[in-house]
């Protein structure tokens, strides 16, 4: 297959990743990163002398060799570089979450559609060997019907001067939630608040309800003097409990649930439990990131969907423009509507 020459437009904090996962990917060759930093392109300089180093993402964005970007900048900036990188020509890829708004997400899906582009977001989890075995559990059935999704996402983070918390770490449980399930929810309520008084809150309560009568609930924090990354999934028939920060034991499958009868002699609910063994299935142990970069130029090159594709991005963005709304409007559950059509 012909080879796919990438440009990355970032080398903050995740672009260093992006690059070294990209330089190891068959048919993949990195020809030149942007970064308006000296110093950060002398530490590309460092460990990549064979990729260019530019100040100006518009380099890349009009190199004519380049077939595809991917951008690793702050969320503001995704759209226009991203609108610029596909009126050229190229594909992109966007770090998450994809845009700032749900109608920045819809020009950009309409461009690469009207231009046959490859679109992608970068949710890393959908790659991780953690998530897909969950995948595979839920497909399989043997977690039945899904109940619940809780996530607790905690620690003292990095306060982000241009989102909030919300912004940052909720993409990451909305990706894997709708990456399970292939659910949408109905409606979103949100609480959160501002400890620094600067409009951007720190620690934020999110929640999504769905028709099914499925629950989804996160927990994200700045400001928390331990951090946590654990979620439980709960099923009908079992349970899953993933502990991003485990070693060995990411992903432990509980034989647990509950089933209710009605006693109509005593005219009351019963409720009967079921405690079983606790299964630790094991994990693919491939780096998620490669995974990412050979799925991005597998879709290039092959035109098939990419999983983590501009659905789940855009998605996302809808999740989380209501919940924003639901935060200043001090937890009001916000509607959201069918299709692409921009929550109003």
Same mark, same amino acid.
């Given at each position: 297959m012909a080879n796919v020459n990438v440009g990355v437009i970032g080398y903050g904090y995740w672009g260093?990743?992006?690059?070294?996962?990209?330089?190891?990917a068959s048919n993949c &060759?990195?020809?030149?990163?942007a970064d308006a930093r000296p110093e950060r392109l002398a530490q590309l300089a460092k460990?990549?002398?064979? =990729?260019?180093?530019?100040?100006?993402?518009?380099?890349?964005?009009?190199?004519?060799? =380049?077939?595809?970007?991917? +951008?690793? &900048?702050?969320?503001?900036s995704h759209y226009p570089l991203a609108k610029?990188?596909?009126?050229?020509?190229?594909?992109?890829?966007?770090?998450?979450?994809? &845009?700032?708004?749900?109608?920045?997400?819809e020009a950009l899906i309409e461009l690469a559609d009207r231009k046959g582009l490859v679109l992608m977001v970068d949710h890393t989890f959908l790659y991780t060997g953690a998530v897909k075995k969950m995948k595979d559990l839920v497909n399989s059935g043997q977690l039945g019907n899904i109940n619940y999704y809780d996530s607790t996402r905690i620690n003292l983070g990095l306060f982000q001067p241009d989102v909030n918390v919300v912004w940052d770490l909720v993409p990451h449980d909305i990706s894997i939630l709708y990456h399970l399930t292939n659910e949408r929810p109905i409606s979103v309520s949100a609480t959160g608040v501002d400890h620094l008084r600067n409009? =951007?809150?720190?620690?934020?309560y999110v929640t999504l309800n769905f028709q099914s009568n499925m629950i989804a609930h996160f927990t994200c924090s700045w400001s928390s003097p331990v951090k946590i990354r654990k979620i439980l999934v709960g099923g009908d028939k079992k349970m899953i409990l993933f502990d991003d920060?485990? +070693? &060995?034991e990411k992903v432990k499958v509980y034989d647990t649930g509950y089933s209710a009868r009605n006693d109509e002699e005593k005219r009351k609910l019963l409720i009967d439990y079921r405690t079983?063994?606790?299964?630790?299935?094991?994990l693919e142990m491939k780096e998620?990131?490669?995974?990412?970069?050979?799925?991005?130029?597998?879709?290039?090159?092959?035109?098939?969907?990419?999983?983590?594709?501009?659905?789940?991005?855009?998605?996302?963005v809808k999740v989380l423009e209501a919940a924003q709304r639901s935060i200043k409007q001090n937890g009001k559950e916000i509607k959201i509507v069918a299709d692409y059509e921009r929550v109003k």
């Open positions: 260093p990743n992006i690059v070294r996962n990209f330089f190891a &060759t990195v020809k030149a990163v460990i990549f002398p064979t =990729i260019q180093g530019v100040t100006d993402a518009e380099d890349i964005i009009n190199d004519k060799e =380049i077939d595809a970007v991917i +951008i690793a &900048t702050p969320v503001f610029k990188a596909l009126e050229n020509g190229k594909h992109v890829m966007i770090e998450k979450p994809m &845009t700032s708004t749900v109608a920045e997400a409009g =951007i809150e720190n620690i934020a920060l485990e +070693i &060995t079983g063994d606790v299964h630790i299935p094991k998620a990131l490669a995974g990412l970069a050979c799925d991005f130029v597998a879709a290039i090159q092959t035109g098939k969907e990419p999983v983590s594709n501009w659905k789940i991005g855009s998605d996302v």
